[in-house]
């Protein structure tokens, strides 16, 4: 089972007021404890970013296992998983999709959940967490799970027609829940407070 990791760094920060990805937990940014932690798992990180500049220390070094894919116009992160997808030289049979600001993503838990891999439905795109959004309503946790190599032609056609959003996407589509997850895994660095809280 062949896993490639993407981690989605590309976002403006804007209600934490300085760069999620360069945040350091323990003399370590969240970038590159994201990028550590999916190699556990994945033969290599492809980081989605909006500089070279910004990110080419943080992953200094990463022994070419992490490489950076520069979208600068970055339309969100369903168009920043795109990109990571074509940047991808060979054809893993899972993708590993990762936000960067996810300060309790644990290793030995992606490794049992990509066991499992092996046994989903051909026909399944996607093995995702869900939470309860403030209406009380599943949704899909789409930065913080697997997603087939194959999902690419429906999520080009999606792309191409102007769709933009994660949750529209997969709602379409054959996604498998991944139940049992811990919820703090799913917990992300959005402003001062939750830096702090950690």
Known sequence: MKITAIALSGGKSSRMGRDKALLEING?????KTCRTALQIADSVYVVARSQEQYQQAIA?????IHLVLDRKFEGALVGFWQGLKAIAD???WILLL???L?????DILQTLASKLVDLPENAIAYLPRYLDGDDRKQWEPLCGFYRWGCQDSLAEFIEKGGRSFQKWLGGQEVIEISNLPLSMLFNCNTPEDFHFI
């Open 103 to 107: 300060p309790n993503i644990r290793g």
């Open 99 to 101: 936000a960067c600001d």
């Open 28 to 32: 370590e940014t969240l970038l590159f």
């Open 91 to 93: 054809s893993p049979d």
């Open 61 to 65: 070094d990463s022994l070419n296992q």
